[in-house]
């Protein structure tokens, strides 16, 4: 007798390959398929119904550590006394560019609406996905090298591309090529950051050479050398003219974009500098290092503020959450992404072997949606994968460290070792300044 194929949602094979099918014109199909679908709309016309009668975030309702609950989550803006509600840390889909085309993803980029996901990769390519349903959109022949950096200006309207060849390019918000300066560096362009105006822009390249640029004529205005190797990131402050920069000569340095002048430096890394980002507050400037460290400095005081430790290799990617100010995101050379908040001493989540293969598996760029409530990441093993939000009650096989991972409702009744605890939120009457006495941080109160 010849088996019985059940269908199962979650049975893998799920039985005999679906054929081709014909319509009555001839034309051939496959059969509609169920898509992985992560849909904000409903959490974020909840969360404007909810601001009538729930001005205050210490209002909001507590959601229950059970699957019934999941029609209950809002936005991550709905939670902005707990980040642990934002963790981002569960799996929700992978992307791979054509079989014939997939190289490294080097640049991942979240259109400002949020609808869609613009990756840039080692063959030069962007291709387009949806940022809900996951799936294939556009795939452009960009520039004539590998794409290196990608940026948005703060209006929403045009965005920028660097390549390896020193070229900078000028997009529209539909993909339209409208400039190209073909000789912006000598070398690979690392990284592009626009100033909060939109008028100014700046780039770091190989070359050793920071560059001031006029947006509207494409023209270099100042030139910062200083920097003593390839200058891999670079940063422009959230609302004030100052440029924050770091490269494999292991330095941070600050600049003044006006005068094109080397404000200060610092020296607290043992091997190059991958990455410096400014948080929303302008306050904190954060780096990442092939030492495996990464370092908090707060401008206000010009000193190292906190020191990061616990990836195991080189971390080679940074990201601030955009609604917690002390919530971010490091991946590194192993494949592994961490997060972690400002105040504690390890990683509140660890996500080992994020990304996986034969390949190399550095992650090379992590991005967040502009809601907050799903990260984005590009790897060298040339996959785009899409994280997100474990829903209350959700079983989860990741290592939660520290106490805030507890609060979040997706993890509670489980542990690392599946022991049984409480559920329960911090009561209103207190505030992170005054849960337990330790190190007073800038900006944030007192240290958990």
């Given amino acids: 007798m010849a088996p019985e194929y059940r ?75 707990n980040p642990s509600n934002s963790f981002a840390a569960k799996f929700g889909h992978s992307c791979t560019n054509y079989k014939g085309r997939a190289s490294s993803i080097n640049r991942v980029l979240w259109t400002p609406s949020g609808g869609r996901l613009i990756t840039g990769s080692q063959n030069a390519e962007f291709t387009l996905w949806n940022g809900q349903s ?26 920028i591309s660097g390549d390896d060849g020193g070229a ?16 912006a560096h000598q070398e690979s362009v690392q990284d592009l950051s626009f100033s909060r105006t939109n008028l100014k822009f700046c780039s770091c390249s190989d070359d050793t050479t920071i560059k001031i640029w006029d947006f509207e004529r494409c023209e270099e205005e100042h030139r910062l050398t200083g920097h003593g190797w390839n200058v891999k990131s670079v940063d422009w402050h959230p609302t004030k003219s100052l440029v924050a920069s770091g490269g494999k000569d ?12 080397e404000l200060c430096s610092f020296y607290d890394h043992k091997n190059w500098v991958n990455s410096v980002k400014w948080n929303q507050n302008g ?10 460290v990464i370092k908090l400095y707060d401008m206000r005081a010009m000193k190292e503020l906190k020191s990061f430790h616990g990836h195991r290799i080189e ?23 961490f997060h972690w908040l400002v105040g504690h001493e390890t990683a509140q989540v660890e996500v080992p072997n994020a990304h996986n293969s034969n390949h190399n598996n550095s992650v ?20 785009t994968k899409f994280w997100c939000r474990n829903r209350p009650g959700d079983k989860s096989n990741i290592n939660v460290n520290q106490s805030f991972g507890i609060l ?15 559920f329960r939120e911090v009561p209103p009457t207190l505030t992170l300044a005054t849960r337990k006495e330790g190190t007073t941080i800038p900006g944030v109160g007192t240290a958990i």
């Fill in 7 to 81: 269908y199962h949602p979650y049975a893998f094979p799920a039985g005999p390959p679906v054929p081709p099918q014909a319509d009555a014109l001839g034309a051939t199909y496959r059969k509609h398929t169920q898509r992985r679908t992560v849909d904000y709309t409903s959490s974020v016309v909840q969360y404007i119904q909810n601001q009538r009668s729930q001005p205050d975030a210490w209002d909001s309702q507590v959601l229950q550590p059970k699957p019934a609950a999941a029609i209950d989550m809002s936005t991550p803006a709905a939670y902005s006394h």
């Fill in 134 to 159: 996951f799936y294939h959109e556009l795939t452009l022949q960009a520039h004539d090298q590998a794409i290196r950096s990608m940026e948005w200006s703060y209006d929403d309207e045009n965005w």
């Fill in 168 to 183: 900078i390019k000028y997009w529209t918000s539909n993909m339209n090529n409208v400039l190209v300066n073909n000789s």
């Fill in 250 to 261: 292991s330095v941070v340095k600050l600049w003044d974009p006006r005068t094109g002048r």
């Fill in 283 to 292: 306050n904190w400037l954060l780096t990442a290092s092939k030492d495996q």
């Fill in 315 to 337: 971390v080679t990617a940074l990201a601030w959450h955009p609604i917690h100010e002390e919530y971010f995101v490091s991946g590194s050379r192993d494949g592994s992404i």
């Fill in 364 to 383: 090379w760029d992590l991005q967040w949606h502009p809601i907050g409530h799903m990260l984005c990441s590009g790897s060298n093993d040339r996959t």
């Fill in 408 to 422: 979040n409702s997706a993890f509670a009744g489980q542990m690392i070792c599946n022991a049984p605890i409480p």
